[in-house]
Each structure stands twice: as structure tokens, then as C-alpha cells.
């Protein structure tokens, strides 16, 4: 039995992937989206994890970083980045991983090269800071945070800079963004655009350039609001599906040992979300 802890879980269509994904390999195992509200709850849900008989868990919005203490052990990247976003269970041990800007380095990269991007990112989570530390490790070359909480903005800034060298520099969010010139990797990392309320980014669109790559993290819907307009605008666009499918064979092959097929994934994705004839081989 596998899972994920997060507030809210109903729109994400993890569990329906998983589940095609586990069918497909004619594994005897399920995955069950536990919506955890508080502190409270999530200490209470974890130290159930053992009992229970879990071999896994993911950890989405908004527990990646509270829900560090509760763990036994920890990896590298969590080290450097400050959050997990999924578990292994291990002889009774409840071991945290990250590798959230693992996936999102992926996908972006069957787009454009890293290399020497210079990256805005909207908002600073659990997510977000582990994305921007991995596309630092993997060759921005300046990365702009812009976050409502100067705290946080700031924090995750010095993080980068402390686990890559890559300058990093925080920026208020005050109505609506203007990006950066020079800007040549636009990314949401917030929850704005997700289902079902759909509620637009405030951007100023003039201040990006039609060659920015412009990336969301939202998983439902694939198309948000944000990446919508970006695509009338001529940017070429990279959504949180993708990133979704490939952090997620990841931890499907660490969870279980065995390798999947990107295709698997991406036709359990595309028939979870409605998108028939999407993913077929």
C-alpha cells in the first residue's frame, strides 16, 4: 500500500496513475490520497504509516517541509533543499527523499537546455524550493524568487546560492508581476490555476517575451489559465503533468524496484484526466 499526505488531494490524479501503472506491472498494490488539514493530523497520520503496512508515501502541498521532523532519516537532497516530497518505509524506517526539481529538470528539458537560463520563479514552497535548487544544480545561471513572504523568499534564495553558487535574489509580490528583463524562464510554483477554481496569475504579459519558456506546476487542469495565455503569446510551455510523470516514475521504481515505461505512465496520466487518445503509444 502507497499514498500521498497533502491539503487539498481531491484534483490530483496521482492516485488513478499509480493504480493503472501498478495493474499494468500486475502488482498487488493500491494508492490511497489521504487529505491531511492540520499538524496535528499529518503527526498523527505518519506515526500511522508502520501500523498500517505502507511502503511508500508521497507528500505534496502544503507538508514537504513539516513533515521532516517526523521522519527517521533523511537523504541528501532533503538536506539541501529542506523538504521531501515522498518517503520510502524500510525495515520500519520512514526515510525522506526530494526530488521534485528532478522532474521538473526533465521535462523542461525536452523543451530547451538549462543551460545558462536565467529563471523567475512565482512562489517559494515546498516545491518550489527544491525546483529551484535543482535547476540551479542543473546550469541556470541566475534565479529570481518573487513571493508574497519576504521571509521565505529570502530563505529559499540563500539556499540555492548555499547548495549551488548560483545567484539567487528575492523580489515582493506586489499586484501584478513584471518580469524581469532578461528573462528567459517564467515558472508558477504556486497553487493559482488549479482546479476547480481556475484563478488566474496576475501577470503583466508585456513584460515577457515571446521566447520565455513558461512552465506551470499545476496538474489539473494540464492547460491552466497561465500556461494558456503564454501559448498565445508564443511561449513555448512545459506543464505539471509532465513534471508529474516523470517524478513519479522515479519513485515508482524505488518504491517497488522494478523500471517502468515512460509511455505506461503517460497513458494512465492522460486517461486519469479525460484526455483520450493523449499518451498513446
Not at 8 to 29: C, K, Q, S, T
Not at 33 to 50: C, F, G, T, Y
Not at 64 to 70: C, D, E, G, N, T
Not at 167 to 192: C, D, F, K, S
Request: a negative charge; one cysteine or more; glycine letters at 10%.
Amino acid at each position: 500500500m502507497t499514498g500521498m499526505l497533502g491539503h487539498p488531494v481531491a484534483e490530483n490524479p496521482i492516485d488513478r496513475m499509480f493504480d493503472a501503472v501498478y495493474a499494468h506491472h500486475g502488482l498487488p498494490w493500491q494508492f490511497w490520497k489521504n487529505d491531511i488539514a492540520s499538524e496535528q493530523d499529518l503527526a498523527l497520520a505518519v506515526q500511522a504509516l508502520r501500523p498500517l503496512g505502507y511502503k511508500g508515501m508521497a507528500i505534496t502541498v502544503p507538508w514537504k517541509v513539516a513533515v521532516i521532523p517526523l521522519l527517521d532519516a533523511v537523504d541528501d537532497d532533503v538536506r539541501a533543499i529542506g523538504a521531501a516530497n515522498y518517503m520510502t518505509i524500510e525495515d520500519g524506517r520512514l526515510i525522506g527523499h526530494n526530488n521534485d526539481g528532478k522532474g521538473v529538470v526533465k521535462a523542461i528539458a525536452k523543451v530547451a537546455p538549462l543551460q545558462g537560463q536565467r529563471v523567475v520563479m512565482l512562489g517559494a514552497g515546498g516545491a518550489g524550493r527544491a525546483m529551484a535548487v535543482e535547476l540551479a544544480w542543473a546550469g541556470a545561471s541566475h534565479l529570481t524568487l518573487i513571493t508574497r513572504r519576504e521571509e521565505q523568499g529570502r530563505e529559499v534564495a540563500e539556499t540555492v546560492t548555499r547548495a549551488s553558487g548560483v545567484p539567487a535574489e528575492w523580489l515582493p509580490w506586489q499586484g501584478e508581476v513584471a518580469v524581469p528583463a532578461g528573462t528567459t524562464l517564467l515558472m508558477n510554483a504556486t497553487h493559482l490555476g488549479c482546479a476547480p477554481e481556475l484563478e488566474p496569475v496576475p501577470m503583466l504579459w508585456n513584460t515577457v517575451d515571446p521566447g520565455c519558456v513558461v512552465v506551470d506546476v499545476i496538474t489539473n487542469p494540464r492547460i491552466t489559465p497561465f500556461l494558456a495565455t503564454a501559448r498565445e503569446r508564443g511561449c513555448p510551455i512545459v506543464d505539471g503533468v509532465e513534471m508529474l510523470v516523470q517524478l513519479a516514475m522515479q519513485i515508482f521504481e524505488q518504491w517497488t524496484g522494478v523500471t517502468p515505461e515512460e509511455g505506461v505512465f503517460q497513458r494512465a496520466v492522460a486517461e486519469a484526466l479525460g484526455e483520450p487518445g493523449r499518451g498513446a503509444a
